[in-house]
């Protein structure tokens, strides 16, 4: 059988318009720089010139993060067509974000598959399935993923194209269901599907009203071969689990997969070995929820990691992060950079959230990792459901005063209507105003949506102007990370710090002279660090993440 997957990552950051207007743009960066310093002694600046030498050659500092680390839906979902036997074709989402109507493959399809995991709206969805309606009509258009395994009830009721949702785990389901297509056999004993009624389907039974479900069914994570990418890449994405085992109400994650399921440490150990053996990797990125739980499983990663030799990052939660010494056996284990979930600094809106982890252990967690020697991000957001300009202004003050190292701080968002959050609709007063913009159209007790993208820039804003240490992740998404990838922690983190504020320089200092009097002392602290501005195409963009990741 011969099938198209559309598969990749989604169309863009939800907070990227705080870029719009400064030299990070990244549509219009070095058209809003010449516009900007237009008239003073930096006209010609480009971020793009930023540079460095090492080892005799001269690189970007800014070097665009091309496809070194294969996308683990991708490739996932080419194992398991290939082990089904089946005839395919990729065409990356990417390319549905980032031109107006991009040619598909050329030939024939018997099936459309279309991943759903890095879709997070309506909007996104309807543009992927419009597109693949106008180039291949009448063709069989199979969903699965995150998005779809969520809110099949409303894509069956709204997209009319979409034919079936693979729920699930798809490892055994979509073989069997591409193999009944093609045999033209009927499809109600296959597990993990959601159907149409129509004739027109090959399979489908009759007669049933809108849509229907078969039966669920889990794979055995430990028993069941890890995907394997081909080819050689220095750093692999990994999934150890499916589910998760706590309940903070603005996530959907665990509905997903209502059973929470996870890979023993001897087959993480194991497929990390294999990783290094067959495709040259050196880095693990643990796509989890929380890699760190559950305990037993943590002590004995710990156990068996150090000797690997190989270098990882995941998610954590705050309250794991105990002691000391556990950052030291992290560091022993090869472990290079954490990120968790702080959310919030006050404790009334934690509860809200049911996070289960308190302002208290959130602070422990980060000064044992601020004094301690991995990499780590805590992520926070502004307006959950509850929350109070009161509320949010501890987190807002523990960002500006006492937070080191990096940070993400979101707008609270509604992405449906399976979030937990929803059982306090009347006690918190939540609505949507806009159900086809639902992001951007709340309102709670304590907010809306208005209040907290104000709240959320002025944070933004004041932590970039008044907190040397605190270094917002969101522009460096774009490119090769470390920057410098042979200097440490500290120093990168400041060489991010002052290319943002070069960056901000049109937010921050509407008179242009007076920000390229700030682009200037910034660009001296950036020469502190061997960072210069070269001549315009000196530099060649040369890759460098097999240095440090």
């Known amino acids: ?81 290939e082990q089904a036997g089946a005839d395919y074709d990729h065409f990356d989402t990417l ?43 009448g063709v069989p258009l199979l969903l699965g993923g995150q998005y779809s395994n969520l809110k099949y009830a409303s894509v069956m009721r709204d997209f009319p194209t979409v034919d079936i949702i693979v729920r699930g785990d798809s490892e055994e389901a979509l073989p069997a269901l591409l193999h009944a297509l093609a045999a033209r056999a009927p499809l109600d004993g296959i597990p993990n599907l959601v159907l149409r009624p129509d004739p027109g389907i090959r399979g489908a039974e009759p007669g049933r009203p809108g849509w229907y479900a078969t039966g669920f069914e889990y794979i055995d994570l430990d028993a069941h071969p890890s995907p394997m990418p081909r080819g050689r890449f220095p750093v692999i994405p990994y999934e150890s689990m499916r589910g998760c085992p706590f309940t903070c109400k603005f996530c959907s994650f665990p509905a997903a997969s209502p059973k929470w399921r996870y ?65 030291d056996q992290l560091a022993a ?84 209507e399976t979030m937990p959050l929803w059982q306090d609709r009347e006690r918190l007063r939540i609505e949507v105003h806009d159900p086809h913009d639902p992001d951007y159209s709340w309102s709670h007790i304590g907010m809306d949506v208005h209040e907290a ?31 410098v990838p042979h200097l440490g922690t500290p120093e990168n983190l400041a060489i991010e710090k002052s290319v943002e504020r070069i960056g901000m320089a049109p937010v921050d200092h509407p008179d242009p002279a007076g920000g390229a009097a700030a682009i200037r002392e910034n660009l001296s602290r950036l020469a502190r660090y061997g960072v210069h501005l070269y001549p315009e195409g000196v530099l060649r963009g040369r890759s460098l993440l097999e240095a440090r990741v």
């Open 95 to 137: 390319n549905l974000w980032d031109q107006d109507d991009p040619q598909p493959p050329g030939g024939d399809y018997e099936a459309v598959l279309l991943s759903t995991s890095y879709i997070w709206n309506n909007a996104a969805l309807r543009t992927a399935v419009g597109w693949i309606g106008r180039h291949f009509p």
């Open 453 to 483: 993208r104000s709240l959320n820039h002025r944070t933004l804003t004041d932590v970039r102007r008044k907190n040397d240490g605190a270094v917002l992740m969101l522009w460096q998404a774009d490119f090769e990370h470390w920057l």
């Open 263 to 327: 890979k023993s440490a001897q087959k993480i150990h194991d497929d990390w070995a294999a990783y290094a053996e067959q495709c040259g990797a050196g880095f693990i990125k643990a796509m989890d929820s929380t890699f760190t739980v559950p305990p037993t499983r943590l002590r004995e990663l710990l156990r068996l990691l150090p000797g690997l030799g190989v270098e990882w990052e995941g998610y954590s939660r705050a309250n794991v992060i105990k002691t000391p010494e556990l950052v």
């Open 1 to 81: 059988m011969r099938v198209l997957l559309v598969a990749g990552l989604g169309p863009t950051f939800k907070n990227s318009t705080y870029l719009n207007g400064t030299l990070l743009d990244r549509e219009n960066g070095d058209a809003n720089a010449a516009d900007y310093l237009r008239g003073t002694e930096l006209a010609g600046l480009r971020l793009s010139r930023l540079g460095f030498r090492h080892g005799g050659v001269d690189y970007p500092l800014l070097r665009p993060r091309r496809t070194t680390v294969p996308h683990l839906t991708t490739f996932t979902l080419e194992r398991i067509l």
């Open 333 to 416: 284990a090869h472990c290079r950079f954490l990120s968790l979930g702080f959310e919030s600094m006050s404790d009334n809106t934690l509860k809200h959230m049911d996070k289960k982890v308190n302002r208290k252990q959130n602070l422990q967690a980060f000064r044992l990792l601020s004094s301690g020697g991995l990499g780590y991000r805590c992520s926070f957001m502004a307006g959950y459901p509850g929350e109070t300009p009161d509320d949010y202004a501890q987190t807002h003050a523990f960002l500006t005063e006492e937070y080191r190292g990096h940070f993400m701080l979101s707008v609270f968002s509604i992405s449906d």
